[in-house]
């Protein structure tokens, strides 16, 4: 036995070193390369799309900032890997990207499937029904028949098939690779519904030659809870994303943005010292700096500030607030405090 001993302190030693050589974080990755790597759609305006100087905008970019700006105090470090609907799990998965933030809807089986996790939801969405005004409908009850026209990989195709079939309603399904061949099949006669999440569809509005001539139907037939994600393996990554989102949200509910984010440093208010960092300090333990949150407040904003700017009233999508009305004013958005 005791001629084992070095062989197991040998062993042992190997263990650790092999446990220490795989410890490397995400965190570190990304401090290490100097940029965030973030997956976003490629082309849906008001939350990810890019303008003729390669410029990124959009409320999923921003997401993607604001993380690089609580690591890096600067938004710009992030390089966009853009994404279809059927390739982003995987890319997630298999690490070519540090976070995907695309208008992904939570679900139990995506999380089960590829080994991810949702941090949060940024934005309460449901799936709906875009048709031609001319058609005179008042309820996606009255599509019967219709070929919809749908993008594969996405949880819109299953949520319309089973709403078609529970209504005893016929279809024909009509595959578009991307919202741009979603618009274009469209326009183009071969299919007369366009659906998906309600957000994805005040966005192709835009694109169509005559927006006006179509119509959303009041019909919401599932929830679309969208959110960023991260691999089920990094529990300090996982915590970070979750606290920028947690953070935006907190900021708006305590009336703090970027432009009186420097007031904010001087309050007196325990709830806003906690947030921005002059009182205690909830950065460390996730490997960031004490003023994080002040950090993505100053360079992009509140979740307010971003909504609005990106696919609220001040953008060219005009969605109202709706469900992602914070929750002390008639919506669900509602973050854990900061304390
Ligand atoms: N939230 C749904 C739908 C997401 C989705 O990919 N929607 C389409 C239709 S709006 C899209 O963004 N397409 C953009 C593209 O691939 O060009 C999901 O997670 O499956």
Redesign the pocket.
Known sequence: MRNMVPVLLALAAALTFSAGAQAQTTLKTVQDRGSLICGV????EG?ASKDANGQWSGFDVDFCRAVAAAIFNDPSKVQFVPL??SD?FDALKNKQIDVLS????W?MG?ENDYSIVFPGVTYY?G?AFLVPKAKNLQSALELDGSKVCV?P????EPNFIDFFETNHMKYEVVHA??????IKAYEAGKCDVLT??E???F??RLHLAKPGDSMILPDVISK?P?GPVVRQDDMQWFNIVKWVNFAMINAEELGVNSKTVDEALKSQKTAVKMLVGTEGDFGKPLGLTTDWAARVIRTVGNYGEVFDRDVGAHSKLGIPRGLNELWNNGGIQYAPPIR
Not at 102 to 105: D, E, G, I, K, V
Not at 153 to 156: A, M, Q, R
């Open positions: 759609n490629p082309d849906l939350f279809s609907a982003r695309r208008n992904s809807t679900t995506r969405d799936q993008q990989g996405t949880t819109t690779a991307s919202a741009d061949d979603m998906t999440d957000s994805g569809l966005a192709m679309e969208l």
